[in-house]
C-alpha cells in the first residue's frame, strides 16, 4: 500500500477508483471538476487502485503519475491474487480473448474471460468504507453499460443494488441525515467516442493512460477487447490516441 495519511477529515469528498485506463481517468477528471479543480488546487479526492497481479499491472504505474499530476492522494490496495481466480486477466494458463469478431456489432452476448469474478464489488467495499471513514460523501466508478465487454457488475442495476447496500450497511446511511454516500457513475451512458470526447473536454491526460489487458512489453497488444473498443472510440471521434505516441 502507498503511504498515505491516516488523518480522518469531515470535508465532503470523493473516493475514485482508478484503474489508469481511460475511462477511469476520464472519471477522476470529472470527479475533480465536480470538487472545485482547477480553482481548488488541495482537492478533496482519494484515488483508489488495486494491485491484484493482474497482468496489466502496467496500468498501476499509469495511475501513480495519473494521481500524481493532479495532486490528490492516492492509495494502492495489494490484494492476494487467490481473490481472482478463473479470469484471463489474472491466470497465466487463460488466454486473453483477441480479435474478436463479434465485441463491436454487439452480438455476442456471452461474458469473455476477461472477467474478474467479484471485482466491482470488492473495489466498491473498500471505497465504500475508506469514504465512510474520510467523511466523503461520494464515491466515483468510470464503468460503462454500452461500449463494454459485457461485463455484470457494470450494468445499471448492479450500481443500483450496491447503492442500496451502501444506504443500508453504513452509519451515513441509516443515519436519517439525508447523507447517504452516493455512488456517482458519470461514464455509465456514454459510448467510447463520447468518453473521449468527455476526456477532452475535462483535461484528462490521455497520453498518461493505459487500456490493454495484455500489454507486450509495456506496448498495447492491438488486439484485446479493451484495446479494440478504445481504438473504435477514438477512430469516432475522430482524436488521434496520444498514448500511442
Known sequence: MDSI???????????????????????????AKDYGYPKIKELPILALSFDYSQKHKIELQKSKKIAKLLGIKHMIQKLDPGFFLGSSLTEKKIKVRKNAKTLLSGEDKSIPNTYVPG?????????????????????YIGVNALDYSGYPDCRP?????????????TKKGVSGNGDSIQIKTPLLNLDKKNIVLKAIEVGAPIHLTHSCYDPVQGKPCGKCDSCILRAKGFLLAGVVDSALG
Open 157 to 169: 442495476e448492479f450500481i443500483e443494488s450496491f447503492q442500496k447496500m451502501a444506504n443500508l450497511g
Open 119 to 139: 471485482r466491482n464489488i470488492l473495489f466498491l467495499s473498500f471505497a465504500l468504507s475508506l469514504a465512510e471513514g474520510y467523511g466523503y460523501d461520494s464515491i
Open 5 to 31: 495519511s491516516k488523518t480522518k477529515t469531515n470535508s465532503k469528498g470523493a473516493v475514485v477508483l482508478l484503474s489508469g485506463g481511460l475511462d477511469s481517468t476520464t472519471c477522476l477528471y470529472m470527479a
